[in-house]
């Protein structure tokens, strides 16, 4: 079980989040976790493909591996994987499972605090229904990164992530003032209470981690000009608004922007994302 420090004893300044992060171990999924050990006893029948099908439904699995083939093969010349798949084949699965071994999870890490358990989960559940949403828009746009996108709408939040399972007094206490009021910004209340923004966290983290360029830029959604980025964003922005149903205000212009980024007409747009959601 994971003890939570005090508020006053969390990092203060951008540097500071990402040295913290750096050090901290990150559970995965406990589905994830069982499927690497059945894997494990046959791992001479498993292959990338295999083995990427398995996990890349677990944001938390996918960063691990991600950061851990970026950083250890960064030496090597042409060694971006862009995809889980292609971060496995340059692993190798033999030298994958003795590097990741019987794995903790995040019901193990969060054992006790079911609060942030359900915080947690919450983002999990919107990185899921984001990824399928952005990999069905890039389809539609005949994207040929689109499993990139895929993998960039799934990790879009991992430092939220990151934040319910080590900071979660503060998780919580961010929750609960955008509760309060709804008006206020994600950016403003994470300033107030983190000293920065989550989205400069992470951007910050994967380049520390030396994670792919088109996934770092896929990710920035201060690039949201770029059509692959709006993608990404718009499908984490519906994913976002629609988590509780479809009845939220901000549905309509959702659903707008996105007839606009795949040029169809709004009312068979929100037809086919409903569709899709089904």
């Given amino acids: 079980m994971s003890s939570a420090p005090s508020p006053s004893c969390y990092p203060s300044d951008l540097g500071s989040w990402v040295r913290y992060f750096q050090l901290v171990e990150i559970p995965v999924l406990p589905h994830t976790a069982a499927v690497l050990e059945e ?9 990338a493909r295999m083995l990427a099908d398995e996990l890349m439904s677990d944001p938390l699995m996918t960063l691990k591996v991600l950061a851990y083939t970026a950083t250890v093969q960064r030496h090597r010349r042409n060694n971006d994987a862009e995809t889980l798949r292609e971060a496995l084949v340059l692993t190798g699965i033999t030298p994958f499972f003795a590097t990741f071994g019987p794995q903790p999870t995040v019901d193990m890490h969060l054992e ?13 559940d919107r990185a899921d229904r984001a990824s399928r949403f952005a990999l069905a828009f890039a389809l539609h746009r005949r994207d040929h990164d689109a499993a990139v996108i895929y993998l960039a709408a799934l990790l879009h939040d991992f430092a939220e992530m990151l934040l ?3 900071a979660p007094t503060l998780a919580l206490q961010m929750k ?101 959601d089904g």
């Fill in 112 to 124: 006790g605090q079911p609060e942030a358990l359900a915080g947690l989960q919450a983002v999990l």
């Fill in 176 to 276: 609960l003032q955008q509760q309060a009021d709804r008006t206020l910004r994600s950016s403003t209340v994470q300033r107030q209470c983190l000293h920065v923004t989550l989205g400069e966290v992470q951007q910050a983290l994967m380049q520390t981690w030396h994670l792919p360029e088109l996934l770092v830029h896929i990710t920035d959604d201060r690039k949201e000009n770029d059509p692959q980025v709006r993608n990404v964003l718009l499908a984490v922005r519906l994913a976002r608004h629609t988590s509780l149903g479809w009845d939220n205000p901000a549905v309509p212009d959702d659903v707008s922007d996105i007839a606009r980024l795949l040029t169809m007409a709004p009312e068979a747009t929100l037809n086919w994302l409903k569709e899709l």
């Fill in 39 to 47: 894997l494990r006893q046959m791992q001479d029948d498993v292959d």
């Fill in 164 to 166: 319910w399972l080590n």
